[in-house]
């Protein structure tokens, strides 16, 4: 079955970095877009960053542009987030998710991995 | 960007109908998918478009859309489907998602 398990969360001070992974299995990852997704406590769903099957586009949104960068190895089926100069408001539960067939709708999420940036 | 405007809150009574919806500029150019998340839990993926459901997803669950407005169906609420609800799509430039605010749905 699908499984997607993130790692690499913690607490960081602001303007820290911090690289998430995700380890993908049951399926044939290097033929899938992923996506990563956060969730800031008590928060609804805010859309991070989404990178092709085979790492040739990837797309940040305007509020992480710049500071965060999604990347793949296919070769170890992972999916990264480096996540550099950190602030407050990065705090959530962070998300790794793949794109189902066709881009019709994001199928599987994994269980996140907490990111709280503090002093 | 787009935003994507979700009502905050609705409530059904059991067994009863009821419809969320999801309005945005981009949603005359793109479909929308929804996706349930319950306390402490995950989101999962509930419905793509018209009616591309995942397996496992039951057939309570429909969507429509009507140009700027994307609504998600839910015929016969059971208890279980008490949760927060949101919709996704992409932003105007195509190449960004974005999702709603969410909708928290309180079958009474």
């Known amino acids: 079955q699908v499984q997607l398990v993130e790692s690499g969360g913690g607490v960081v001070q602001p303007g820290g970095s911090l690289r998430l992974s995700c380890a993908a299995s049951?399926?044939?990852?290097?033929?899938?877009?992923m996506h990563w997704v956060r969730q800031a406590p008590g928060k609804g769903l805010d859309w991070v960053a989404v990178?092709?099957?085979?790492?040739?586009?990837?797309f940040h949104a305007d509020s992480v542009n710049g500071r965060f960068t999604i990347s793949r190895d296919n070769s170890k089926n992972t999916l990264y987030l480096q996540m550099d100069s950190l602030r407050a408001e990065d705090t959530a539960i962070y998300y790794c998710?793949?794109?189902?067939?066709?881009?019709?709708?994001?199928?599987?999420w994994g269980q996140g991995t907490l990111v709280t940036v503090s002093s | 960007s787009s935003e994507l405007t979700q009502d905050p809150a609705v409530s059904v009574a059991l067994g009863q109908t009821v419809k969320i919806t999801c309005r945005g500029d981009?949603?005359?150019?793109?479909?929308a998918s929804w996706y349930q998340q319950k306390p402490g839990q995950a989101p999962i993926f509930v419905i793509y478009g018209q009616n591309h459901r995942p397996s496992g997803i039951p057939g309570r669950f429909s969507a429509s859309t009507s140009g700027d407005t994307v609504s998600l169906t839910i015929t016969g609420a059971q208890a279980e489907d008490e949760a927060d609800y949101y919709c996704q799509s992409r932003d105007s430039s195509g190449n960004l998602y974005v999702f709603g605010s969410g909708t928290t749905v309180t079958v009474l």
């Open positions: 990178i092709w099957f085979d790492g040739s586009r990837r």
């Open positions: 981009s949603l005359k150019f793109y479909s």
């Open positions: 049951g399926f044939t990852f290097r033929t899938y877009g």
């Open positions: 998710v793949r794109d189902a067939e066709a881009g019709m709708g994001r199928d599987y």
